[in-house]
C-alpha cells in the first residue's frame, strides 16, 4: 500500500540527516519527492538511493526569489506541490550570546527561520488556489522550552518557526491547508557536530535516529485532511536532559 501514491513533495535540508530520511520514508510510501538544499553533491547522493521518484532542485532558500524559483520548476514539472516538508536547519559553534556576532545572529534567523517564511509564502498561493496542502516543519523542542544547550539564537529562531505553523492553520483553515510542527529532542545528525562538546559516538547511539524523526513526518503525511497534527514532539527515551537531573538530586 502507497498512502502517498502520486503526491508531489518538496522537501527542503534534504542532503543529511532528518531530511534526507524523511525524503526516503516518504518516496517509499509513493511520493514523487524533490529534494533541496545547498549542495547539490549530498542531494544527488540522496536521489540516487531512492531512484526515479526523486528529483534535485538546489538553492539557498534564505534567498526569496530562490526559493520562489525553485517552487515554480516544481510546479512546471509536477503540476503542483501537495506537501512541503520544511527540514532546512543551522546552528553554529560560538553560539552563546558572549560569543554571537551581528553576523552569527543573522546566519541562525535567516537559516532557521527567514527561509522557512520564504518557502511557506511561495507554496501557499498554489495549495490556496487548489484549496488543499499539506505544511510539516521540523521545528525543535528549543521551539517549545527555553534552555542554553541550544543557544539564543536557534531557540529564538525555532520559537518563531513554531508560531508560523499556528497561524498558516488560523488563517489558511478555511482553505484545506494544513500545518504541523515537529518538535525533535536530540537526533543523531551532523548538526551536532557543531555543538561546543560534540557527543560522543555512544550519546549519539542512544539519541534519536533520522529515521525516527522521518517515521514521524510520514504518519503526519498520510493523516486525512479532516485532521492536523498542530505539534509532535519526539525525543529520545534516553533523555540526557532528565538523565541530568536526576544525577544532581543524588
Known amino acids: 500500500m502507497n498512502p502517498l501514491q502520486g503526491k508531489i513533495v518538496w522537501i527542503t535540508g534534504a542532503g543529511t540527516g532528518i531530511g534526507a530520511a524523511a525524503a526516503r520514508a516518504?518516496?517509499?510510501?509513493g511520493a514523487q519527492v524533490v529534494l533541496t538544499g545547498r549542495r547539490r553533491d549530498k542531494l544527488e547522493e540522496v536521489a540516487a538511493t531512492i531512484g526515479a521518484s526523486a528529483a534535485v532542485e538546489p538553492g539557498d532558500l534564505t534567498d526569496s526569489a530562490a526559493a520562489g524559483a525553485i517552487v515554480a520548476r516544481i510546479v512546471e514539472k509536477f503540476g503542483r506541490i501537495d506537501?512541503?516538508?520544511a527540514n532546512a536547519g543551522v546552528n553554529v559553534r560560538k553560539?552563546?550570546?558572549?560569543?554571537?556576532t551581528p553576523e552569527a545572529m543573522d546566519y541562525l534567523v535567516k537559516g532557521n527561520l527567514t527561509s522557512v517564511f520564504y518557502c511557506v509564502g511561495a507554496v501557499l498561493p498554489g495549495m490556496r488556489e487548489r484549496k488543499e496542502?499539506?505544511?510539516i516543519v521540523t521545528a525543535s523542542v528549543a521551539g517549545r522550552f527555553i534552555g542554553n544547550v541550544s543557544g539564543p539564537g536557534y531557540t529564538a529562531a525555532k520559537h518563531?518557526?513554531?508560531a508560523l505553523c499556528h497561524t498558516v492553520n488560523m488563517e489558511e483553515c478555511v482553505n484545506?491547508?494544513?500545518?504541523?510542527?515537529v518538535l525533535p529532542g536530540e537526533v543523531a545528525t551532523p548538526i551536532l557536530d557543531l555543538r561546543p562538546v560534540p557527543a560522543t559516538a555512544d550519546e549519539r547511539a542512544r539519541m534519536a535516529q533520522p529515521e525516527d524523526v522521518a517515521d514521524l513526518i510520514r504518519y503526519i503525511a498520510t493523516l486525512p485532511p479532516r485532521v492536523v497534527i498542530n505539534e509532535a514532539m519526539i525525543c529520545p527515551s534516553w533523555n540526557r536532559g532528565y538523565i541530568a537531573a536526576l544525577q544532581r538530586k543524588v
Do not use: K, N, P, Y
Open 95 to 100: 553560539r552563546s550570546w558572549a560569543d554571537l
Open 26 to 29: 516518504l518516496a517509499e510510501s
Open 83 to 85: 506537501l512541503l516538508v
Open 133 to 135: 496542502g499539506q505544511i
Open 160 to 162: 518563531g518557526v513554531v
Open 176 to 181: 484545506g491547508i494544513r500545518c504541523s510542527a
